[in-house]
């Protein structure tokens, strides 16, 4: 069993949906939901011609370390998989998500859910304003689950109707004052496990214009977790070279 099949197997952990922008009835957008999304660099979005980061899970209590690096190119919609197998054989794999249909099997089932997945924990802020069929919600001062004090409450909720893995899933998000997200509460809409995951949004780091969390740690479940990204970097448009995060 590969590297890749396993976190088929264990994906649903940290991102059960599936969802894609208005796939079902479009939710009146608070102004925070645009906020947030420029917040993190979405109104320079369009200058970026490459997008690469190595998504890292570690799971102690599973045993489960995993690692999977992507190149993404927003306005193509070509993407880059690498990582390694069992064995530890160099993988790569390069397809286009406009032509999902004519992928190979392992590219529809595996790694472009795979894909989807890392891309929601880079850029959550910005699926917050593209997905319009969540209903989000805004509370103030509300209770942080993992550290002391409070914060303004972004609840983002997914629609039961709407397809992927597990409609109704919510994404409680907590913003500092200065506006970016300091934890999360993901609550699970359908009944596998974990229900409840919490995770911090710490080691902000620019890549570009774009401001990314690299480091999530907290608990599903009970049980340690950590999401981390690496080997961050961003292409400008008419720019050949690689700018890191720092």
């Not at 919490?198 to 999530?216: E, F, R």
Request: no cysteine; proline share 6%.
């Amino acid at each position: 069993m590969t590297k890749l099949r396993r976190f088929t197997m264990i994906r649903w952990l940290f991102f059960g949906v599936l969802l894609l922008a208005g796939t079902s009835r479009a939710q009146t957008r608070p102004p925070i939901a645009e906020q947030l999304a420029k917040t993190y660099g979405f109104d320079s979005f369009g200058q970026l011609d490459a997008v690469r980061y190595t998504f890292n899970l570690e799971l102690p209590a599973l045993k489960v370390s995993l690692s999977r690096t992507w190149t993404w190119e927003p306005k193509t919609g070509q993407v880059t998989y690498e990582s390694k197998d069992t064995d530890g054989k160099p993988v790569k794999v390069t397809y286009n998500r406009s032509q999902l249909n004519n992928a190979p099997a392992n590219v529809k089932d595996e790694i472009e859910p795979g894909f989807v997945n890392d891309n929601y924990w880079f850029i959550f802020p910005f699926h917050v304003y593209w997905d319009t069929s969540a209903a989000v919600t805004v509370k103030e001062k509300q209770k942080l689950p993992l550290a002391n004090g409070t914060a303004t409450l972004v609840s983002v909720k997914y629609p039961a109707e709407a397809g992927g893995y597990t409609p109704g899933d919510t994404w409680d998000l907590f913003l500092g004052s200065d506006g970016r997200v300091k934890e999360f509460t993901y609550h699970r809409g359908g009944p596998k496990k974990p229900s409840l995951l919490s995770t911090t949004w710490a080691g902000y780091k620019k890549a570009g214009p774009l401001l990314v969390s690299t480091d999530h740690r907290g608990m599903a479940d009970g049980k340690a977790a950590r999401i981390f990204f690496t080997n961050v970097a961003v292409k400008l448009t008419g720019s050949d070279k690689w700018m890191d995060a720092q």
